[in-house]
């Protein structure tokens, strides 16, 4: 038997969220908003066309990097970019990605679209699933509590 020597993969995550597509936009778009919800290790954050996005962080595993490229920004409707993750160093995905953003009611529908290339060994695209669920989650907390903040 033999194994791939990779596999393409599409994974989609529609969420809801209760806050206004400006807010989910701002929190997608100004570095130390989305700092608060993607997580420390985001490093150089530079939102527009062309722009370069860096963050890594430090598992049992050992070191994962992410180096992201934004291809095009549509304010308050799409971000589409291209990334990759690395594990000590070895790039294991290669992904194209969308995010769409819809009014829904007041709130806002997000679509996330991603489009990936698994380079074994690798978590693959559950792995990719799996952490992309984790940070929208971390998003629906981070906007949670920033109205309770301009609330209080």
């Not at 989609?12 to 929190?27: G, L, M, Q």
């Not at 995010?99 to 997000?110: E, I, M, N, P, Y």
């Not at 998003?139 to 509590?145: D, F, H, R, T």
């Amino acid at each position: 038997m033999t194994t791939a020597a990779q596999e393409h993969r599409t994974i989609t995550i529609e969420r809801i969220y209760p806050n206004c597509v400006d807010h989910v936009w701002a929190a997608w778009s100004i570095a130390e908003k989305k700092r608060a919800w993607f997580g420390e290790g985001l490093k150089d954050f530079d939102f527009r066309e062309g722009g370069v996005e860096r963050s890594g962080f430090d598992t049992d595993m050992g070191t994962h990097a992410n180096e992201t490229r934004y291809f095009e920004i549509s304010a308050k409707t799409r971000i589409v970019f291209a990334y990759s993750m690395a594990l000590n160093g070895r790039i294991h995905t290669v992904s194209l990605a969308t995010v769409l953003f819809a009014d829904h009611g007041g709130g806002t529908k997000l679509t996330y679209v991603e489009q990936l290339c698994v380079i074994p060994p690798s978590d693959g695209a559950e792995g990719r699933e799996h952490g992309w669920r984790a940070l929208l989650e971390s998003l629906a907390a981070y906007l949670a509590e920033d109205t309770r903040a301009k609330k209080g």
